[in-house]
């Protein structure tokens, strides 16, 4: 069974920046694409940004696009999420999903961004 695991959140101020880490095991990591997702508090689950298995295609949401950089380490079994610019906007619990449909998910790790 795929596991997942974020590391890397924090308190930065705005305009800082921060790296999440994804570990994944549990299978074939480097079969299937990833995404990050974000819920901040009171609001619904939304996409940030998405991976290919291979690291060749990556997508971004609107909202994160020129600011954030996903990218994958299939050797290492690891997905990054490079935050920079970041806005109390930002703030939110993030989280990792891995598969065709986004099937397997992390447990999350906490955003908050400080004015």
């Known amino acids: 069974q795929a596991q997942l695991v974020e590391s890397g959140g924090g308190l930065v101020q705005a305009g800082g920046s921060l790296r999440l880490s994804c570990t994944y095991s549990g299978g074939t990591f480097s079969t299937y694409a990833m995404g990050w997702f974000r819920q901040a508090l009171g609001k619904e689950r939304e996409f940030v940004s998405g991976i290919n298995w291979s690291g060749r295609s990556t997508t971004y949401a609107d909202s994160v696009k020129g600011r954030f950089t996903i990218s994958r380490d299939n050797a290492k079994n690891t997905l990054y999420l490079q935050m920079t610019s970041l806005k109390p906007e930002d703030t939110a619990i993030y989280y990792c999903?891995?598969?065709?449909?986004?099937?397997?998910w992390g447990q999350g790790t906490q955003v908050t961004v400080s004015s």
């Open positions: 999903a891995a598969g065709s449909n986004y099937q397997y």
